[in-house]
């Protein structure tokens, strides 16, 4: 196979000191790194220990007569199968948001034709910030890949999201991102975990979901080469690397996130999401009022995300529900499946004494317009895998 390369574009943060070990890491799997950065990156690290990393001299100026000479930037900002943006900063978000070019970096950012993959990296706040949130999505639709940030402990002594994704994290999404496999070139949208419904601010309605079967499908249609978009719920299982990740709480963000991610190639409803929520979850916590009367909880029914999306304006080519049975597994399949308008239905049996919610394995039945297909019990990680081979198959 052809050495891949990566132009990877080091911003002036305190995590640039990081981008070094990612540089090591992608050498050692097998990458060749042309490596850029910007003035302020200078500041954290030295050009020397980045090109001595990458074996490869570093590009920092716009106007270096003797780098044009050799490459210019256009034919530079094309020259890689991807460009990484480690760790990038809110100011070139903020640049490449708005298409500005005044450096090396955002010139070739502007001039490239190839995918490129940004790791934030920044002070929570200026992460939190309205300006990079909106930067952040204005990126996103741009196609371009985002990974991380993490939540932790931060150089600067606060703690939330903004730290740089580990190096070996960014490789993953490196490596996925560059997969080529069946799904190369598809989107993919997968929803999972349960939904949390504030009944006030300190109580919410929420089920035993854990997202490990969502994860584990984001995984494995990741791994077939495609782009997913994986939109969450407060789920136990760790998220999937080398995915878009959308954290959301309740229905309505969830709807609003799935809403915003299409168009997709295909659409997989993994998130047991809550059927009601309350009609107005107060601002202050609910109080025993000492009389023995248990409030009511005024409920209103959720907006039906698979459905809406089976049925509007903007369906994938394959939409995927899952159904959750305890009795009439099949016949309740079909019935879902008709009533929602979605292509197929995994159908899973989730009687206490199967141990699937919140267990390891599951035994699934896909029912499609040909009929109902049992599946034997299997690990979730297998599952999955069946589940994005057959998806593959129907998307070629
Ligand atoms: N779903 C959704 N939005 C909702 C409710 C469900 O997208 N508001 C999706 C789920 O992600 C899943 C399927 O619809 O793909 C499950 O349908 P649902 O009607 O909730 O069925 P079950 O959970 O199986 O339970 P029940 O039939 O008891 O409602």
Redesign the pocket.
């Known amino acids: 196979m052809m050495q891949k390369r990566i132009l990877l574009i080091v911003a002036g943060g305190i995590a640039a000191y990081k981008s070094l070990e990612l540089v090591r890491l992608l050498r050692g799997a097998g990458f060749a790194v042309t490596p850029v950065m910007t003035r302020a990156a200078e500041e954290f690290v030295t050009p020397l220990s980045l090109s001595a990393l990458a074996g490869e001299a570093v590009h920092r100026d716009l106007f270096d007569l003797t780098a044009e000479a050799e490459m210019g930037h256009i034919q530079l900002s094309r020259s890689a199968d991807l460009l990484v943006v480690a760790p990038a900063t809110a100011n070139i978000m903020a640049s490449m948001a708005q298409g500005q070019c005044d450096d090396l970096a955002t010139t070739l950012l502007l001039a490239t034709d190839t995918p490129v993959m940004i790791a934030p990296a920044m002070n929570v706040r200026m992460w939190q910030h309205a300006a990079t949130q909106r930067n952040l999505a204005t990126l996103r639709g741009d196609g371009i890949a985002v990974v991380g940030p993490d939540e932790g402990d931060m150089a600067c002594g606060e703690y939330g999201p903004g730290r740089l994704a580990e190096p070996a994290a960014i490789l993953d999404a490196i490596r996925a991102r560059l997969t080529e496999g069946p799904l190369t070139g598809k989107r993919i949208l997968v ?1 999972s975990g349960p939904t949390h419904e504030p009944i006030d601010p300190v109580r919410y309605i929420a089920n035993r979901s854990s997202g490990a079967q969502g994860t584990a499908i984001a995984e494995a249609l990741r791994d077939l080469g495609a782009n997913i978009v994986f939109v969450t719920g407060p789920a136990d299982a760790p998220r999937p690397d080398g995915v878009e990740v959308v954290e959301v709480e309740t ?1 309505r963000q969830m709807h609003d996130a799935v809403t915003a991610a299409l168009p997709a190639d295909a659409g997989v ?5 809550a ?1 009601w929520r309350m009609r107005d979850a107060g601002a202050s916590k609910i109080k025993k009022d000492g009389s023995g009367t248990i409030p009511a909880l005024d409920l209103v029914e ?6 809406s999306v089976a049925q509007g304006e903007h369906r994938p080519a394959l939409v995927v ?5 305890t009795d009439d597994v099949v016949a ?1 399949a079909e019935a ?1 499946r008709a009533r ?1 308008g979605c292509d197929w239905i995994v159908a899973n049996d989730v009687r206490p004494e199967t141990g699937i919610m919140g267990g390891s394995d599951n035994a699934v039945t896909l029912v499609t317009a040909e009929g109902a297909e049992p599946w034997p019990r299997l690990s979730k990680v297998e599952t999955a895998r069946r589940l994005a081979a057959r998806i593959a198959e129907e998307l070629a």
Do not use: M, R, S, Y
Not at 269 to 273: G, K, L, M, N, R
Not at 302 to 307: G, H, M, Q, R, V
């Open positions: 929803t229905a409803f993994c998130a047991a999401v059927d959720n907006p039906d995300i698979l459905a529900g899952f159904a959750a049975e309740h879902k929602k």
